[in-house]
Nanobody, 128 residues
């Protein structure tokens, strides 16, 4: 059974930093590109970042570019999202997801329908 388990401290002040982790089990982790999505109340789920199976290629939403960094450790079956210079508008439930393939680019990374497995999500709240 595939499980993606997100973790990370959920409350931070604006301007602060936070690192999310997503531990995967039940799948051959290195066979999948991975992504982070978020969903704020009343809004659609949107991509935050994605990373290829090797970590050699990454994708970022414009809203988080230069502030967030996605990385992965295939030996630990874990993908990370380092979030710096957080803003109140970053408040959302954050989800990690495994893509249907090893590699995605551009639009292919941003569509939720391209992801096969999803975590349950973790709340991130940025206070002013």
């Amino acid at each position: 059974q595939v499980q993606l388990l997100e973790s990370g401290v959920g409350l931070v002040q604006a301007g602060g930093s936070l690192r999310l982790s997503c531990a995967a089990s039940g799948l051959t982790f290195s066979r999948y590109a991975m992504g982070w999505f978020r969903q704020a109340p009343g809004k659609e789920r949107e991509v935050v970042a994605a990373i290829s199976w090797s970590g050699g290629s990454t994708y970022y939403a414009d809203s988080v570019k230069w502030r967030f960094t996605i990385s992965r450790d295939n030996a630990r079956n874990t993908v990370y999202l380092q979030m710096n210079s957080l803003k109140t508008e970053d408040t959302a439930v954050y989800y990690c997801a495994a893509h249907v393939s090893r590699y995605c680019s551009g639009y292919g990374c941003s569509e939720p329908s391209g992801y096969k497995y999803w975590g349950q999500g973790t709340q991130v709240t940025v206070s002013s």
